[in-house]
């Protein structure tokens, strides 16, 4: 699987937009791009995922850039209850294991 | 559902004690894994079974470690003897696949809450 690269910390006001970026340049044709996060103390959650393009549900959005070589999570207005600790992950997805790199431990502040 | 289970959430013992782990998966998933995780390592996937049938155990760190999954409801993750270097948090996780859009499904790991382990 494709190795990621993501900032290892970020702030975010409250309310704002946190966007959340990940390097994924070695990525292949078959592998998706899926986040992650952790809250304190829990398991991981799974947030999105996407191929090619652009992904939206009710938690966030995911913007792959047109060459796949990176990525970017959007929070649309962060509250104090998405600081966490945020996955990027590819992977080819007939098989199914996740392999979690550093993340980007993410601050929402007042 | 009640998500995935797993037992004990916390456990202290001292070196060299067996130390068994255990999970109960979400009902109707047919994929299992085991993650360990530490301040120094990250998040590690041990191994993993498909249909009760471990797939892939290249994360487990050496003979002290096993995991069975004797049916679809329930797994260890048994340490035998345990060191203090294996003081962490155990994560299992389960999923299953939910059919194709296009190429894939969303095969969505669903975390349970983690046993913190504690070797002395």
């Known amino acids: 699987d494709a190795k990621t690269t993501q900032p290892p910390s970020m702030d975010c006001a409250e309310g704002r937009a946190a966007n959340l970026p990940c390097n994924h340049s070695?990525?292949?044709?078959?592998?998706?791009v899926y986040w992650y996060r952790q809250i304190h103390s829990q398991g991981p959650q799974y947030i999105i995922h996407?191929?090619?393009n652009n992904e939206t549900n009710e938690m966030a959005s995911l913007i792959i850039t047109e060459d796949r070589k990176s990525s970017t999570l959007i929070l649309p207005h962060a509250t104090l209850r998405d600081t966490a600790v945020y996955y990027c992950?590819?992977?080819?997805?007939?098989?199914?294991?996740?392999?979690f790199g550093t993340g980007t431990s993410l601050t929402v502040i007042p | 559902d009640a998500g995935v289970i797993q037992s004990p959430r916390h456990e202290v013992t001292e070196m060299g004690q067996e130390v068994t782990l255990r999970c109960k998966p979400i009902?109707?998933?047919?994929?299992l894994f085991w993650y360990r995780q530490t301040m120094m390592r990250g998040l590690e996937l041990l191994i993993y079974?498909?249909?009760?049938?471990?797939?892939?155990d290249s994360g487990m760190p050496e003979d002290r470690f096993s995991a069975k999954m004797p049916n679809a409801s329930f797994s260890t993750l048994k340490i035998q003897p345990s060191e203090p270097r294996d003081s962490a948090v155990y994560f299992c996780?389960?999923?299953?696949?939910?059919?194709?859009?296009?190429?894939?499904?969303?095969?969505?790991?669903?975390f349970g809450p983690g046993t913190r382990l504690t070797v002395l």
């Open positions: 009902s109707g998933h047919d994929y």
């Open positions: 070695t990525i292949s044709g078959n592998e998706y």
């Open positions: 996780a389960s999923s299953f696949k939910r059919g194709f859009r296009g190429l894939a499904g969303k095969n969505e790991q669903f």
């Open positions: 996407g191929l090619k």
């Open positions: 079974f498909n249909n009760n049938v471990p797939i892939d």
């Open positions: 992950i590819v992977r080819v997805d007939l098989g199914n294991q996740f392999y």
